[in-house]
Nanobody, 124 residues
Framework: QVQLVESGGGLVQTGGSLRLSCAAS????????MGWFRQAPGKERQFVAT????????YYSDDAKGRFTISRDNAKNTVYLQMNSLKPEDTAVYYC?????????????????WGQGTQVTVSS
């Protein structure tokens, strides 16, 4: 069973950038579709981005499209989320997730392994 540990969150000003990392252990990383989700206080966990097992295909939420980039390094068992042009509404806890499905999509219910989350706060 894969374990996921996120890092890279923090406090940044509007327009700034952050790069989140998610290190996986205990499983064969390259067999998992990976995703990033986020949850703001009082709101449901929402999809941000996903990447296929090989890294050849990605998909983003409308909020993330054009500003965020998901990538993975299967040799390092790590998935990344590069976030640029950050806005206060991006403030949330960001979660890394892994799915053993061939296609996981945007639903959090398709992901069966989760990290503990990392806080991202964007100040105005």
């Amino acid at each position: 069973q894969v374990q996921l540990v996120e890092s890279g969150g923090g406090l940044v000003q509007t327009g700034g950038s952050l790069r989140l990392s998610c290190a996986a252990s205990g499983g064969t990383f390259s067999t998992y579709v990976m995703g990033w989700f986020r949850q703001a206080p009082g709101k449901e966990r929402q999809f941000v981005a996903t990447i296929t097992r090989s890294g050849s295909s990605t998909y983003y939420s409308d909020d993330a499209k054009g500003r965020f980039t998901i990538s993975r390094d299967n040799a390092k068992n790590t998935v990344y989320l590069q976030m640029n042009s950050l806005k206060p509404e991006d403030t949330a806890v960001y979660y890394c997730a892994a799915s053993s499905r061939v296609v996981a999509g945007t639903s959090r219910y398709n992901y069966n392994h989760w990290g503990q989350g990392t806080q991202v706060t964007v100040s105005s």
